[in-house]
């Protein structure tokens, strides 16, 4: 069984776009909620989560958590060539998991 | 400031042999995780380790897995009598230490490619 399921598994948009990333997860021993960034190498680090409806921000890319809900968004506003890449959403807790990532294409 | 480094980057064995996979933490950093990932699919957990501790390795095969994270050194993923299914990339994690290391965002290395022919 999936402990996070991240939506949709792939995405094409053009240059400008704003696009929301979702990602659904188990309640069992939620400690956190991690949103990484891969493009060919090492995930990178976009955002931790741990308190509900407080928006984090960075630059074009914001999250949000929602505990009632189980879920998460991030959102990427005006996207870039450079946004592409695969977006992996994690939850820690007891154990660790990541779900299968959301690949976003960003076309000129 | 180094990140998270293991080496190598690639590995070449044959079905058979022995993989050693090795990551440093980042500086400070006393947490170390493993995760495998196969092409299509997302990290899949396998172990966690703090110094000299093997934590959770509830995601590890049971049979010719092992890690390691020794007082002195690297982490090391030892995989034994390697199989063509354990091609992957392996990723290594670290965080600061912090109980039970949920409320630390894990900084990834650059991963290692491990391919058996």
């Known amino acids: 069984e999936d402990k996070v399921v991240q939506s949709p598994l792939s995405l094409v948009v053009h240059e400008g776009d704003t696009v929301t990333l979702n990602c659904s997860y188990e309640?069992?021993?939620?400690?956190?909620l991690l949103w990484y960034k891969q493009e060919k190498k090492a995930p990178t680090f976009l955002f931790m989560l741990?308190?509900?409806?407080i928006e984090k921000k960075s630059g074009r890319l914001s999250s949000i958590l929602d505990k009632k809900e189980l879920s998460s968004i991030l959102n990427i506003t005006a996207t870039q060539t450079g946004d592409s890449a695969i977006y992996l959403c994690?939850?820690?807790?007891?154990?660790?998991?990541f779900g299968t990532g959301t690949s976003l294409t960003v076309i000129p | 400031n180094a990140g998270v480094m293991q080496n190598p980057r690639h590995l070449v064995r044959r079905r058979g042999q022995e993989a050693r996979l090795r990551c440093s933490p980042m500086?400070?950093?006393?947490?170390v995780y493993w995760y495998r990932q196969l092409p299509e699919e997302g990290l899949k957990f396998m172990v966690y380790?703090?110094?000299?501790?093997?934590?959770?390795e509830s995601g590890m095969p049971k049979e010719r897995f092992s890690a390691e994270f020794p007082k002195e050194g690297p982490s090391i993923l030892r995989i034994q009598q390697v199989v063509r299914g354990d091609s992957a990339a392996y990723f290594c994690?670290?965080?600061?230490?912090?109980?039970?290391?949920?409320?630390?965002?894990?900084?990834f290395g650059d991963g290692t490619r491990l391919s058996i022919l």
């Open positions: 994690a670290s965080s600061p230490g912090t109980p039970n290391g949920g409320n630390q965002p894990q900084h």
């Open positions: 994690g939850r820690t807790g007891n154990q660790f998991y």
């Open positions: 500086k400070g950093h006393s947490h």
């Open positions: 309640v069992t021993n939620f400690r956190s």
């Open positions: 741990t308190s509900s409806g």
């Open positions: 380790l703090q110094k000299e501790n093997i934590i959770d």
